[in-house]
Nanobody, 121 residues
Framework: VQLVESGGGLVQAGGSLRLSCAAS????????MGWFRQAPGKEREFVCA????????YYADSVKGRFTISRDNAKDTLYLQMNSLKPEDTAVYYC???????????????WGQGTQVTVSS
């Protein structure tokens, strides 16, 4: 499956952004989908994930209550609504497709190219 993220940009602290991830090539609804991020000089970290039907989600503690993951299987698209953004949320955000609702990147087989999110203080 091919994944293409969009929606990144520059926002002030406290603001909001909505990321999208468009999928093509294989049946999107078969995959668990996740968002990861990587800040400069840091390792890639898990942000959140959602199961095939959208009924199950898993969030990192650092974004719980601020970020919401969702998917539209009819449109083959994954979303990440990010509210109350903080400077420490600055990173390249990646969407990924896998088979398990887990926070480990090794379990995700397909990755997008990433979209930059920058939060200014």
């Amino acid at each position: 499956v091919q994944l293409v993220e969009s929606g990144g940009g520059l926002v002030q602290a406290g603001g909001s952004l909505r990321l999208s991830c468009a999928a093509s090539g294989r049946t999107f609804r078969r995959y668990v989908m996740g968002w990861f991020r990587q800040a400069p000089g840091k390792e890639r970290e898990f942000v959140c994930a959602i199961n095939w039907g959208g009924s199950g989600t898993y969030y990192a503690d650092s974004v719980k209550g601020r970020f919401t993951i969702s998917r539209d299987n009819a449109k083959d698209t994954l979303y990440l609504q990010m509210n109350s953004l903080k400077p420490e949320d600055t990173a390249v955000y990646y969407c990924a497709a896998g088979s398990k609702l887990v926070p480990t990147s090794d379990e995700y087989s397909y990755w997008g190219q990433g979209t930059q999110v920058t939060v200014s203080s």
